[in-house]
């Protein structure tokens, strides 16, 4: 049974018709127009579907969205602000992180994340915190690369990543 469900989306209020057990990646995607979070595995294995939630990773394959009203999410299309990229955003363009691209909207979001809880990660402590996501393409020392650019521009120092 479909009920009206109210999402506070990249800070923008949305009413979803749709049952309360709709997994948020179908919500974003399939409602929302919003399609950077991807479907990857279903089973919170591959770190495609990421978003933040309260400024939280959360896996948008397995969340209720009925579970997430009165919640603040935030997909990779919620980074960008007034046009301008995010500085992880632009160290990933710098730094030619992407291959495929599939990995990158998780990576970003886990970047993201990261980079709010400690503005001046180690390499080790970005390597753990991407962890969760995979990236069949080979691209890792490029995206480590970036997060390490984004975390020196987010200070204002001129980074030139690891």
């Not at 400024?55 to 397995?62: E, I, K, L, Q, V």
């Not at 046009?83 to 691209?101: M, N, S, T, Y």
């Not at 998780?106 to 001046?120: F, V």
């Amino acid at each position: 049974m479909n009920e009206h469900l109210t999402l506070t989306v990249n800070g923008r209020d949305h009413v979803v018709e749709a049952p309360v057990t709709t997994p948020l990646l179908d919500v974003l995607r399939n409602h929302l127009g919003l399609t950077g979070a991807r479907y990857g595995c279903g089973l919170e294995q591959c770190g495609a579907c990421m978003v933040l939630v309260d400024g939280d990773t959360a896996y948008s394959c397995s969340r209720e969205a009925g579970t997430l009203e009165g919640r603040f999410i935030v997909t990779v299309e919620g980074l960008a602000t007034d046009g301008a990229l995010h500085p992880l955003q632009q160290a990933f363009l710098d730094e030619q992180a992407g291959q495929c691209g599939y990995c990158l909207s998780g990576m970003l979001i886990a970047a993201k994340a990261l980079l709010d809880r400690n503005p001046s990660p180690s390499r080790a402590e970005i390597v753990a915190a991407l962890d969760p996501n995979l990236c069949r393409c080979g691209a890792h020392p490029r995206i480590l690369r970036a997060v390490s650019r984004a975390a020196g521009m987010l200070r204002g120092e001129v980074c030139n990543g690891y």
